[in-house]
């Protein structure tokens, strides 16, 4: 765990302090709606549908005891006695007052935490790998080059206010589990034929309105240089990307416009002048950076036989939500905020409280926030897992969907955002319970299934194996199904890519049956048990899916033109 030396401290007490000023003048009318906007997205604080809604940091993914304990207090406090944590790895609260938040904010920095570039045109919090540390198949522990990054880019004067908000994700791992290729900046770490760490540089991807790919525009990047070639890319961005036009100032859009060989061209060039600048990094930095880590104090331990524990319950779960660690005798643990009936990441007071204690006892007093929006215990002992799945059963956490359909990824949609066209959760709920029958997940196998309430594309529908976009027509919800999206590198041989729409749109009621007849069609057409829904997809294009959900070609056309006539 991550802890504040001085400055840190002093840097988010500062900005308590400052937005509590902004928000007293602008309650007592001294600062315009205008004004004040810019203030509050800096510190995380959007006006969503009903209320508005406090966007709070967690970096990386990473969180001690002590400050999900902080997060179930104001939870209880300032909200609704619960949170919703986001793709992003934060957390959202949606009741706040707008008057309460600064002490919010004030009770947040007594456990070093904040909601500073939570929103706005800046860097936005930077993600990673929810294994990172504990993955077998590591190459460099993300967090503490995701700790320079953060350092980096807090307040970086120079880009404070970008075109675009700007995200960038670090994977450290060989497989790819914090899907780089779908970010402004993706960087991904490798070695060289001398086994020297750098990182292969993916710049220009994105989901959302357009959603495209990252590009690779550097191979190898050496270790060293990681701060100034991020920051030659910004400058490139900085400079020439789009300010006139919200739908066009990503910086995805201005790689597609200049074509990824100019723009590495100018990136290349402007990174030549500050090459061996003051942000190159030197050892020592990152010593001093890894040295701020509290590290667990491992066991010398041997590994278990899990299998031949023979209690009733406890192989599935095994078998979903536990994952192999670097250490003997130890496994990673997924609490799997995904039981039928509950909205997709959303967590109570209560459980948080109880996960706490749960990481107190079992995993070194600290947790991680997954994008996929469950909460990962790291460090558990082999020999705790029956008790930790005996209490994580009590209190709903151990439904065991890892990686099937039923583990949706979903946005709060329409119930909650001002933005969203449709309702998420409601359409999330209905296909579990479709769906809860768990010997009948098990022999579908894996499934990523996504859920956006627009096209912003919070929930990441356009790289769901089955993703599901809420659509607006004539001011009815209707949602709009792609498949074959698939987030990244997760398994050798699997790449990012992204869904195709297999037709018109469909109202809320059907979308249950139509990822059933989805399904359906994956089961005739899959060549053995191990291929998943998307691999066939893949191997046998969409057309087949489109048949078995439509009917014939008539058929289609009969539903495309009635469609018409609704919209």
Known sequence: ???????????????????????????????????????????????????PMLRIAIPYGLLSTRQLRKLADISRKYDRGYGHFSTRQNLQLNWPKLEQVPEMLAELATVQMHAIQTSGNSFRNVTTDHFAGVAQDEIVDSFVWCEIIRQWSTFHPEFSFLPRKFKIALNGARADRAAVEVHDIGLHAVRDERGEVGFRVLVGGGLGRTPIIGVVIREFLPWPHLLTYLEAILRVYNRYGRRDNIHKARIKILVKERG??????????????????????????????????TRPAYERLANLDLGAIAVPGFAAWVKRNVHPHKRPGYAAVTLSLKKTGVPPGDVTADQMDAIADLADRYSFGELRVSHEQNLVLADVRQRDLVEVWREARELGLATPNLGLLTNIISCPGGDFCALANAKSIPVAEAIQRRFDD?????????????????????GHHHVGHIGILGVDKNGEEWYQIEIGGNQGETRPGAKAALGKVIGPSFARADVPLVVEKLIGCYLERRDSDAERFVDVV??????????????????????????????
């Open 538 to 567: 893949h191997r046998i294009g969409v057309e087949p899916f489109k048949e078995q959900v439509y009917g014939n070609a008539d058929q289609r056309a009969a539903r495309h033109h009635r469609e018409r006539a609704v919209a």
């Open 1 to 51: 765990m991550y802890r504040y030396d001085e400055i840190d401290q002093r840097l988010v007490d500062e900005r308590v302090r400052q937005f509590r000023g902004q928000t007293e003048r602008f309650l007592a009318g001294q600062l315009s709606e205008d004004e004040f906007r810019a203030l509050r997205l800096r510190n995380g604080l959007y006006i969503q549908r009903y209320a």
């Open 260 to 293: 990824p060989d100019r723009f590495r061209e100018e990136v290349e060039a402007e990174w030549a002048q500050i090459k061996d600048g003051p942000a190159t990094l030197i050892a020592e930095e990152i010593e001093r950076v890894a040295a701020r880590f």
């Open 438 to 458: 768990l010997d009948y997940l098990h022999d579908i196998g894996e499934l990523d299934l996504n859920i956006s309430g627009c096209m912003n594309a919070c």
